[in-house]
């Protein structure tokens, strides 16, 4: 791997800059409503600046959110691989993407990616090459411990996950999903705990 000479360094650094205040702002008054502008003023650069190192606003959207999956997916191995029951773990992930789905004024960065097409392939390829082995060590877990049923096979426990996960998702794309939190927090408890609830007889 080369490494990076003192121009590249800076000119990295002003990027992260650039990402890490884009992330403030967008949390804070989501994605739409946040300008160029905004940005730069927040990051203390010039809109020019922004606009020479992404290009378009739709271009730093979509490093900003690339980077916070990234970001995302260090702390799930981390929960995964650290310690604590399978449960424990699985509350964490599920109740961590409850916290997510609250930022950014409502909008859901689910929706950013369904609508972008390059957005779509990178969060599939993430899945298939990152996530997936990851989820695989997770409920291997779990079946030791009696949580997952030790009849079922890791194709069938990952293709009822994906089932889930993309159910899910395509339900936040209609009318008021999105914007109804205690709707969203009961389909993840079910996510997390089936129809027979926390308070039943299976965990």
């Given at each position: 791997?080369?490494?990076?000479?003192?121009?590249?360094?800076?000119?990295?650094?002003?990027?992260?800059?650039?990402?890490?205040?884009?992330?403030?702002?967008?949390?804070?008054?989501?994605?739409?409503?946040?300008?160029?502008?905004?940005?730069?003023q927040e990051a203390?650069?010039?809109?020019?600046?922004?606009?020479?190192?992404?290009?378009?606003?739709?271009?730093?959207?979509?490093?900003?959110?690339?980077?916070?999956?990234?970001?995302?997916?260090?702390?799930?191995?981390?929960?995964?691989?650290?310690?604590?029951?399978?449960?424990?773990?699985?509350?964490?992930?599920?109740?961590?993407?409850?916290?997510?789905?609250?930022?950014?004024?409502?909008?859901?960065?689910?929706?950013?990616?369904?609508?972008?097409?390059?957005?779509?392939?990178?969060?599939?390829?993430?899945?298939?090459?990152?996530?997936?082995?990851?989820?695989?060590?997770?409920?291997?877990?779990?079946?030791?411990?009696?949580?997952?049923?030790?009849?079922?096979?890791?194709?069938?426990?990952?293709?009822?996950?994906?089932?889930?996960?993309?159910?899910?998702?395509?339900?936040?794309?209609?009318?008021?999903?999105?914007?109804?939190?205690?709707?969203?927090?009961e389909l993840m408890?079910?996510?997390?705990y089936g129809l027979?609830?926390?308070?039943?007889?299976?965990?």
């Open positions: 791997m080369m490494k990076m000479d003192g121009f590249e360094r800076r000119k990295e650094r002003k990027k992260e800059s650039i990402r890490r205040a884009a992330l403030e702002l967008f949390r804070r008054y989501g994605f739409e409503k946040v300008s160029v502008r905004d940005i730069a203390n650069v010039s809109p020019v600046t922004i606009y020479n190192h992404f290009g378009s606003k739709d271009n730093l959207v979509r490093e900003v959110i690339k980077n916070l999956l990234h970001t995302i997916l260090n702390k799930y191995r981390g929960t995964i691989r650290g310690e604590g029951t399978f449960r424990q773990k699985l509350e964490t992930i599920v109740f961590d993407k409850l916290k997510l789905m609250e930022q950014f004024q409502g909008e859901l960065v689910q929706a950013v990616i369904r609508s972008d097409p390059d957005m779509r392939v990178f969060i599939e390829s993430l899945w298939q090459n990152e996530i997936y082995p990851v989820m695989g060590d997770f409920f291997e877990q779990g079946r030791r411990e009696g949580y997952v049923d030790s009849g079922l096979s890791e194709r069938s426990i990952m293709a009822y996950y994906d089932i889930l996960r993309h159910g899910i998702f395509a339900y936040m794309g209609t009318d008021n999903a999105g914007q109804n939190g205690k709707l969203m927090r408890s079910i996510f997390l027979v609830g926390s308070s039943g007889s299976r965990l």
